[in-house]
Each structure stands twice: as structure tokens, then as C-alpha cells.
């Protein structure tokens, strides 16, 4: 063999682990297939006594731990983990990351008021500081509970995108505005997509951020999709978040805000949705031709706290739209824990269905892993463990009492487990946490020059707000 021929040396192996390799998609309206069914879905692929290979920023390979070869192990790290659950690093497809300073802050007040009596007026006290402060501390949450992506919409990103960059984070990046910021709005969003595009090694992607379909007006939704498509990248929007905002949208001007994504563009252009609770039938007119490009975040608990319906999962399942899961900002989730928001999610979906055959363990993995990578326009190298994709991946210690015996791992890695039940994390072939801590990472200074600076954040005194809520 010649050099050109030797494969790369490998940096990193982990070995003697439970490998949670991929999802199949779920087949269409299952719920009616009797158990034994050839075309009822088992669409999780769980690999035991593997090992994964990863060379850079990539896994090379996975095999039987049998079949490790000492060259295999020649210029590597060996993680030996054995028993662990190695499965893809989580993504978050709907957060405002600095928000955490505002966790707990609004509570027990129906949405208008948690926007236009709390958040807004909170908001118009944030200075680039605490939104840095902010993201800081959501990236420690968030890569300590095995979210290694998130999608991020929120104001002053240059300093979110710092935060995400120190902390060795992955992210898609998208800086809020409203039309009542006039053209400067889009144009310091389309400044900041363009230059933050593929930066931090390629971690950190972008998209617009308009924030909603009833705060930025059809003419520069137009301009949105429209510089989107100039800059190669998605935009990221609230719509459809509730039915009331459905229901407003009908009878002002006889569209649903759906449509409006359609007739302005922003679907044609690529867009992920947050929320879409108030999405109804004919919305799917409006959706299916641009499912390549066209995900859904659902945040259940959100939705269960602030009495919305939720995500119509079941309906955009059987049309063919990609559903991924989110968190939502820590002021309405409380949390940045994607294994509460996907046990949430799956709790309500049989709930609300009355069918507890709906949404299986199986099916919610497939939405937490496969389909929030293809949400954010990654299924080509996120959200499975597979040779090619990236080394992001999370292990899971299963000797806990709750955990065990593990009858069924798929139901355990969505009903039982626990955020503190993750061990080690990788991103980007990186390890961040070891041993269930942040590595290199000192969290006292900054919790505390947060709580320092809260009674000023959370001062409403002033009376001023930086928008008003009336969809
Ligand atoms: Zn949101």
C-alpha cells in the first residue's frame, strides 16, 4: 500500500458502545397496522458492542468493537465506554439561547400578556452584554444536556455567535427583526447571515430572522426571501403560532399566515417555521411543494404551558413535512432539555390523538435525530451516526436506576432518561463534556455577574416596550 493509499489515522475512537446509527421515516398513518405488520415502522437502528471511528471533524467508520485493529487505535484517543449509548448530538431547532436570563421571569400569564407585560418591556433593557452573558450560559445548558446544534433567533447574534464559537457549540444563526425597525432591520439581518456563513470552522451557519408573519409585513417578507435566495441560505420565522393567530390572520385579510409565507415567497426560498400550532388543512396546499426545504419546530411544552393547541405532527407527518423538535426560549420553556420538550411532544401527540399507538418511542427519536437535521437543511451530515456525518455525538450512561433493566432503549432514550444522564460530548470531533462536565470551563464568574445585572434586565419601570403583541 502507498502512502496516498493509507487511510487518514484516526483521533478519536470510542469503543465497546450501544451505537443509536439512524432513523428509518416512520410510514404513513401506521397507527392502523396491527403490531406484526411488515410495514409497521422499527425505524431505529441500534448497533451493540460497536465502535466509532472519527478522524477530524468526521466519524470515518463504525464497526463491531471485535473488529478494532491496532492500527485503528495507533494515533487515537480511546474513549472506552462500555455500554453506553452513543447517539447523534441533539439539535434544537427553535431557541432564543439568551433568553436563560430570562427564565422564570413571566409565569402563569396568558401570551399576550407574557409578551406585551413582561418579555417586550424586559427586552428593551438587554444590552450587548447580557445577551453574550445570556448565550454563554445556554451553551453550557445546552451541551451538558447533549444539544450540540441549535437554531437561534434573537438580537445582537454577533455576540450569541462568539458565544457559540468559545463554547464549541454548532449552530444556524439568525438575527431577529421587525418591520417597525424600517429597512435597517432585514439589512443588519442579511449583513450578519452573510458574514457569519460557515465561520467557526464551518459550525456556525445563518438564515434570516424575520420574527413573525404579523411583525414583518408582506413587502419585506418579499425582500426577505428574495436577499435569502441572493445569500444561499433559509429563513428562520415565526408563524401560525397559535390558532388565535391563525384565526386573526382569516378574518383580517382572508389568508392563513402560511399562505402568506407561500404568497411572499418565504416557502419557495426555504424556511424553518416555528411553532405552526395554528396550521389547518389547506395550509398543506401551501406546504407540500416545498417540503425539500420547508421544516416545523414543535416545542410542546410551550404550548401545554401557554394553553395552545400544538404542531399538527400528525397531519404534516402523513403529507410528507419535515417536524423537528425544539425548545423554545428559556422564558417560556424554562429549559433548554430536548429530552423533556421530545417527551412532552410525545406525551401530547397520543394525548391529543387518543391513540396510544400514535407516535411510538421509534417515531419521536426519528423527530428529536433525523428529521430536526433535516429542519435546518443538515440531513446530509447531522442528526444520525453514520461514516461521513459529523462527529457530533452524545453518550448516555444507562446504569441509572431509572434506566434499568432496559427493555426497550428507544422508549428509555425518550420516556426515562434524564439531561444529567449524559456523560460525554462530542462536537464537531471535539470532546466538550467529559465525564458529565464542561471542559475548560469555569461557570461561577458568570452566574454570578448575571445575577448581578438581573434587577436591571428585569426592571419594567420605564414603561417602554420594543413591540407590541396583536396579531
Ligand atoms: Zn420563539
Redesign the pocket.
Known sequence: MTTEQRPPSVDLVIRRVTVLAGTRRPVAAYPDLPVDDPGRPEPVDFLHDHAIGVVGADIAWIKPDGEVSTADLETARVIDAPGRIAMPGMINT?S?SSMTYFRGSAEDVPTASWFNDHIWPMEVNLTERDVSLGARLAVAEMLLAGVTTVAD?YFSMEQIAAAIDEGGMRAVLAETFFSSQGAAGLDRSAAFAAEWNGRADGRITTMLGPHAVYTVDDADLVRTADTARSIGVRSHV?ASETMHQTESSLARRGVTPIQVLHDTGMLDAGALI?HGTGIVESDLAWLTPYSDRVGVACCAKVYQKHTHTTTPIRLLHDAGITVGIGT??CASHNTLDMFESVRTMALVQKSDARDATWMPSSHSLDLLTRQSAAAIGREHDLGALRPGFKADIVLIDPRKPHLQPMNDLAAALVLSVRSSDVETVIVDGRVVVDGGRLVGVDLDPLMVEMNERLPGLTDRSHGTTIQTYAP
Open positions: 427553535h432564543h433567533h415565526h416555528a423554545d426560549g
